[in-house]
C-alpha cells in the first residue's frame, strides 16, 4: 500500500444490472491533505468509481464484484453512505442536488445531520463555510431553486463541509459552470484542501483546469487506469496534451 494513503482503490470491478461491466479493476490512492484528480471522457467511469468508494451503486443496480476499498485502513465497502458520512467520507454528487425548496442556510444545515455534536459547533462551522464561501453568506435567505449554478455548486460543496469531513468525492464540479466560476469553485477546493486538510478525489471532464489545481491524477479510458502521475508530469504529457488538453 501507498505510504500515507488515506483511501486506497484496489483493483475494483463494478458490474451494472449483473452483466454491464463497467470498472474493469480499477486502483488509485489518495494520499492524506492530497487533491487527486480522476479524469476522463464521457462514460469513462469516474462517477462509477466515486459510487463504488461511497457505496451509492446500489441503487444503481451495479456492485462492486472484485476488489478492495480501504479508507484510513479500515475496507469500507460495506458501509452505508451513513457510516462513511460519519467517518468523514462524503459526496458530492454531479449535478449540484441542493434542496430547491429550502434557503441556502438551511441547506447547510442539513449537511450536519449525522453530527452529534452541539448547536454551537454547528454555528462555527456554518461560519466556516461562509468564510469560505463569501457568496453563500449573502445568499444564506434565498431559496436555493432561485440561485444561479455557482451558487447551488457551492452550496452543495458547502454542505458537504457541514458534515466535518476528512475527505470530499467531488463529482464534476465545473460542469455546466463558466470558466470564470470554474476557477472560483477550484480556488476554494484549494483553500478548504490547505486551510482545514480535507482530501479531495475529484472527477472532471475539463483536464485542463483539474491538473492545475490537483496534485495527482489518474485518466480513465473505457473503465481502466490508462495513465496516472504527479499532476504536473500528466501536464506536460505529449499524450496528454494531444488528448486531453487539446494541443499538440
Ligand atoms: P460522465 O461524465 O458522463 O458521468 P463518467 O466517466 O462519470 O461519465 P460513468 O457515469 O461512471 O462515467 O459511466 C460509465 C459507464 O457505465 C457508461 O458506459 C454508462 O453508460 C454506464 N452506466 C452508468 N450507470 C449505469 C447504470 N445504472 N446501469 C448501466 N450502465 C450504467
Redesign the pocket.
Known sequence: PARDALLEVNNVEVI??HV?L?LKGVSLSVPKGGITALL?G???????TLKAISNLLRS???EVTKGTIRYAGERIQDLEPAALVRRGVIQVM?GRHCFEHLTVEENLLTGAYTRRDGKAAIQSDLEMVYAYFPRLKERRKSQAGYTSGGEQQMCAIGRALMSRPRMILLD?PSMGLAPQLVEQIFEIVRAVNEGEGVSFLL?E?NTNVALRYAHDGYI?ENGRVVMDGPAAALRENPDVKEFYLGMS
Not at 464521457?42 to 462509477?48: L, Q
Open positions: 451494472y444490472n454491464i463497467v476522463g464521457n462514460g469513462a467511469g469516474k462517477t462509477t444503481e443496480r451495479g454531479e464534476e472527477a471532464q480513465l
